[in-house]
């Protein structure tokens, strides 16, 4: 596999990432709002369903392969809350910021052993928009809600996500090491392999 690859999504933080982790595939990977492509409207009730609007969406605006993500974090205690609804927990123009803030009052006066909660990505793969058989990978990545914001790196709800081999949340990981736990991490190795075993087998 190699040529150019839409990646479906306009997030600087995930592109960031995604393009690190997916560079080992051979794809030039082009964000689509490079190409003028606008967001697609997430009406799915699942990561899965969300996944592939996108990467469709890119797809058909693009004439090119497209991947895509839906990831989110589940709370225990809010029962899976925010879910796929995470990036827009606090509204649909709400900020990281925001949504943490949201997060943490849900949670407030909630004790350690009840705040655990787990990162999901579901990442597709398409030849093109109208694809039978897309490429499909999910990740999972388990770890607690903290009481307060730590570390400057990662996007999203990192700062608060405590990643338990560590003691470290998700923003205070060095790059490396995020890519290697995550979810995103997971979804994009699994998504390689099973790419790579399309273009060997």
Not at 1 to 16: D, E, H, Q, Y
Not at 154 to 174: C, K, M, N, W
Request: aromatic letters at 4%; glycine letters at 12%; charged letters at 25%.
């Amino acid at each position: 596999m190699s040529g150019k690859c839409v990646l479906a999504s306009n997030n600087t933080g995930k592109i960031r990432e995604l393009q690190v982790l997916l560079a080992p595939l051979g794809f030039e990977i082009v964000a689509q709002g490079a190409l003028g492509i606008p967001d697609a409207d997430e009406t799915g009730s699942s990561f899965l369903e969300n996944a592939l609007i996108k990467a469709r969406h890119a797809a058909k605006h693009s004439g090119l392969p497209a991947i895509a993500d839906d990831s989110g974090l589940e709370v225990e205690a809010l029962g899976g809350a925010p879910g796929v609804y995470s990036a827009r927990y606090a509204g649909p123009s709400a900020s990281d910021r925001d949504n943490i803030d949201k997060l943490l009052a849900a949670l407030n006066g909630v004790e350690a052993e009840r705040r655990s909660a787990r990162f999901r990505c579901v990442m597709v793969f398409v030849r093109r928009a109208d694809d039978p058989a897309p490429v499909i990978a999910e990740g999972v990545w388990d770890g607690g809600i903290g009481e307060s914001c730590r570390g400057n790196g990662g996007f999203g709800y990192d700062p608060v996500f405590i990643v338990p081999q560590t003691g470290l949340s998700a923003a205070e990981l060095p790059p490396e090491e995020k890519n290697r736990l995550s979810h995103r991490g997971q979804a994009a190795t699994l998504l390689a392999n099973r790419l790579r075993d399309l273009t060997t087998g």
